[in-house]
């Protein structure tokens, strides 16, 4: 009997200790409270906006008058007269200006003996009269050319007189060229292509 008696006293036991409540665990890593001082460098943070941003200036700035002409294929041998003469730099920096830019065609319609001529570095200065002729202080649109009717003569950058002017079949011409694409704007003027390089009499 004391055997048996023993037994039932430790399962007895036993079930106590499993039906007793268990021990409650050691407390958690402490939460680190939020910082009211922290201090965040705002400057260290590049956002996609802020890149945008700078890309945008990026591209305002370099659509100057001699950007918009460097970047046309057709205008190629214009940009490089207007190297040789100078002109690039007041283009870029100066204004505004109305620029009439032969393409590579009408200066193919050049003779080749005057063309050669113009570009010798000895004649420089008839160089610079020419190119300073397709340029008009002033910001001047298409729609806001005189018509034809009014005869109004428009001085160019060289001091010298040109006819820009809207036609009855609502063309523009500057002398005998005629605008093929108008309006080009840069952010110090605007771009008129022409089909003839504008020559001016050297005798005003």
Known sequence: MKPFL???TAAAALALVACSPSAPDADPSPVQPYEDDIVIDESAVETPADDMAGEMTDDIA???LTDI???NADLSTFASALDAAGVSEKLAEGGPYTVFAPTNEAFAKVPPEELEMLLAPE???KLVSVIEYHVVPGR???A???TESENIATASLNQLDMAMRTVDDGKVMV???HVTSADIEATNGVVHIVD???IPRMSE
Do not use: H, R
């Open 140 to 142: 001047v649109m298409s």
């Open 69 to 71: 002409i460097a970047q």
């Open 144 to 146: 806001e050319m005189p």
């Open 62 to 64: 370099a659509n100057s």
């Open 123 to 125: 004649n420089k200065d």
């Open 196 to 198: 003839t390089v504008i």
């Open 175 to 177: 002398n005998d060229a």
């Open 6 to 8: 023993m037994t039932a």
